[in-house]
């Protein structure tokens, strides 16, 4: 393996070194004790600098930089203080009174107030790249100089979760109104560490350190996120200290970063993402739930996580991650069982076996699992025949037009609570938006509703094992496996911590002196 990298590192390195470090400077040209810069690789574009406006992984790890929420999901602590330094609640719960940090600065100068954060959290609501986060919030207004109300359209247990996320950032209200949405994209203004300088779309987005930061001055004070969609170019990047940070590196490389002396290979626990079968439950062919049931007793879900993620995750038999709360690591889902899924088969009306196409987004993230799969359903008669599509046409096709009969997909919790994916996923009340599942069952309705509405753990845990075995008895989606988070740096970076949320705070970053 070792070999193999350095023949490829001679290879690309060059073209590597020019196409990264170009208007970048060297980094190897001073003494780690000066040094002040750091590259951030991300392996994709962002959608856009405005943080009200995107709600994916990689525009949240650039937005994280430039903006503050009222509450900060701090790794390793939980959630923490942000631009509110402390909250309550409603007896209700459906009334939030956040007290405000003072003399906290926007980047164009101006002292963050009251009416900035509410026009913030109400533009937010407004947005429909919020809605997984703020579809339970009403509106939010200004009480006073340093309070600010926000007001639930009901009680809703994780509402804190959803309010420290990226997109529900605190924008100055002087800028946008003056700007205009476009305008204010182009020159995004908000109270985080760092301000844009330029971004140079599908190649890089520069930013330096905002001096007047309520914090103090960021240790790293000019941060490029360079844009590299090949993860494995990225790995040899790191190895030959070209770039200084690379989250959630390759499965592939993972070995061979931790192996290296000048870089640290910090593994997480867990992540926020699992793998799943998932059906359209009103398709002419998986309407069948024998037929469903009859897959389910034929997966052999350790076999996915050494042979696609060689080992770096874990099986799930629950629909719920070990990451978020509710995780029960003794529930049992089908075992393996493949006398039964023949049993089964034929209980469905396919003795003989059947043929059936499986839409596939053509990332070697849902292939490499998907011949795993089909390996393992040929045993019982049932041929995944590949159709591989474009992400975007995939999408299109399968979450939006529910155009599909089975796919292998990823189930992503947008904040650590089970409800994300859940109630997303199964909730009557989200057919033809995000339950492309099809799925629809009263009584899973109404313990959803339930787990939303409380603030006790404890009941939300209960009733979250309920839905889990509705998942697991009327089978419309098989949870199969998660990944573990982690990221890989340059090692005399400090600060560096893996995070299941993805939001990674270069503030806290800092070289070795």
Known sequence: MKRFYRIIALLLIPALAAAVLAGCGSQQDSDASEKDSLIFSINADIVTTDCHMARDTVSGIVHYQM????????????????????WSFSEDNTQILFTLQEGVLFHNGDEMTAEDVAFSLNRAIGSAFTSSYSNTMDRAEAVDDTHVRLYMKQAFGPVLQCLSASCMGIVSKRAVEELGDEGFAAAPVGTGPYRLLQWRSGEKIEMEAFSDYWRGNPAIHNLTFSIMTDKN???????SEEIDVLYSPDTADREQLSSLDNVQFLDGDGSLYMWVIAFNNESEIFSNKTLREAISYAIDREEMVVGFLDGFGEAVEMPIVPSIPGYDPT???HPLDLEKAKQLMADAGYPDGLTVTIKLNQSSSYTRPAEILQAQLRKIGVNLEF??????????DVTTDCNYDVTLFMFTAGYTDADYVLYGRMHSSNLGGTNYLKYSNPQVDQLLD???ASSDSEERERLYWKVSEYVRDDVPFIPLFTDNVCIAANSKL???VPNVNEAHYVFDYAWKQ
Request: proline share 4%; aromatic share 6%; charged share 25%.
């Open 67 to 86: 903006y503050e929420t009222l509450v900060r999901n701090q790794p390793g602590e939980g959630l923490v203080p942000g631009l509110a330094k402390e």
């Open 233 to 239: 170019t990225a790995a040899i990047a790191l190895e």
């Open 331 to 333: 529930f049992e889902n």
């Open 387 to 396: 159709e591989l599509m474009e992400r975007a046409a995939f999408l299109q």
């Open 450 to 452: 339930q787990a939303r």
């Open 494 to 496: 400090t600060g560096v």
